[in-house]
């Protein structure tokens, strides 16, 4: 996916370039820069001082030193105030000038940290906003991985309200197939064979299913399977992607529109659109029925096209039914309360 945002410390990323979120000077200071310059050495400071510094808004590019990555792009964000000073054009030329000296390095993979988010005292919701925004534009006609690293989860904070009701929302719909703690277990075993067949030792746990998962259902389940596997083959009419293809040209909207609002990249959707019975990860169907706006019931069909399915024994499919059941199709937003939650995101 092109665009991936992940919690880590950047100094451990091995990308080609990491972005530092310097001061004019560039000579180092706190925050990320401090961590960049300790984790790098002596050197990336040697040569940050031949680069005369930088003006608010570009960006430098330097050697990697003792990090991990190739290369370290400095760049210098707004201090914010109100807002109403530039602040919004100045961050997002930061992520601009970067990505612009990133390509001409030719780099494939960059992470940036959420500039001017810490000392510059930029709101952190805006500055991810502006982040994404920024780079999304760039995306659209750039090839490249660009990592957005947050370092604390306060950067990525959904407002409580929501919180509190996709919460109720898992309260509600959550079996946790997961949470059996060892006395659990050894009573439902007891319900399916003799005490005395019990040796004390617990068996692997099944493997997770839909409900609570009363123990016969497997037997249920097979018998169902064969007498029901002639007409299951009749049924596979159309694949995931003859589905996928035909949602688009139903929406209305362009291929390049769809993919880009589902943050897939181009050569996977090519892919997908060449190959039939192209076989797509999850997260990859769920975020073309967000960008497509699919309802539930569509969004389990294209799901079962490839052979998925909603479970309520994930929290990442329940979040994922609490904003399509709400017509909520911002994936921005399903990730923000993805994250929150510490679900792997969308489009990662
Ligand atoms: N990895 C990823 N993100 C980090 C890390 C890390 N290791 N450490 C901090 N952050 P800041 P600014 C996040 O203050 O606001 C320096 O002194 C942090 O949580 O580093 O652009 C410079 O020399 C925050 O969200 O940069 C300048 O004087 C984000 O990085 C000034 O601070 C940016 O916080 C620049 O201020």
Do not use: W
Not at 20 to 36: E, P, Q, R, T
Not at 144 to 149: G, L, P, S
Not at 237 to 243: L, N
């Amino acid at each position: 996916m092109p665009l991936q945002i992940i919690r880590n410390d950047i100094t451990k990323m091995k990308v080609d370039a990491i972005v530092n979120a310097a001061k004019n000077s560039l000579l180092g200071g706190g925050g990320v820069d401090g961590a960049i310059h300790d984790a790098a050495g002596a050197g990336l400071l040697e040569e940050c001082k031949t680069l005369g510094g930088c003006e608010t808004g570009k960006a430098k590019i330097t050697g990697a030193y003792n990090l991990p990555c190739r290369h370290v792009i400095h760049t210098v964000g707004p201090i914010y105030r109100d807002g109403c000073h530039g602040e919004p054009k100045l961050l997002s030329s930061c992520y601009r000038e970067s990505l612009k000296l990133a390509k001409e390095a030719g780099c494939e993979t960059v992470a940036f940290p959420l500039i001017s988010s810490g000392v510059y005292g930029y709101p952190k919701a805006e500055a991810l906003r502006i982040a994404v925004d920024t780079i999304s534009e760039f995306l659209s006609d750039n090839d490249m991985t660009v990592y957005i690293v947050i370092f604390d989860r306060k950067a990525y904070q959904i407002g409580e309200k929501l919180f509190a009701d996709i919460e109720a929302f898992i309260d509600d719909n959550y079996v946790d197939s997961h949470s059996d703690d060892r006395y659990e277990r050894r009573r439902r075993m007891s319900l399916i064979r003799h005490d005395d067949d019990f040796d004390g030792n617990i068996p692997a746990c099944p493997p997770p299913m839909l409900g609570s998962a009363p123990m016969e259902k497997p037997v249920m389940m097979q018998k169902a399977a064969v007498v029901s596997l002639d007409d299951a083959v009749k049924q596979i009419d159309e694949s995931f992607s003859e589905m996928l293809l035909r949602k688009i040209d139903e929406s209305g909207l362009t291929d390049a529109q769809v993919y880009k609002k589902a943050n897939i990249d181009r050569k996977l959707f090519s892919k997908i659109r060449s190959d039939k019975n192209y076989k797509p990860s999850k997260p990859t169907v769920i975020a073309f029925s967000i960008a497509l706006e699919l309802s539930l019931e569509e969004t389990k069909d294209m799901l079962m096209k490839a052979g998925f399915a909603l479970s309520h024994s994930s929290k990442f499919d329940i979040i994922i039914e609490f904003f399509i059941s709400r017509g909520n199709y911002n994936i921005f937003e399903i990730n923000e309360a993805l994250f929150a939650f510490d679900q792997s995101l969308l489009g990662v």
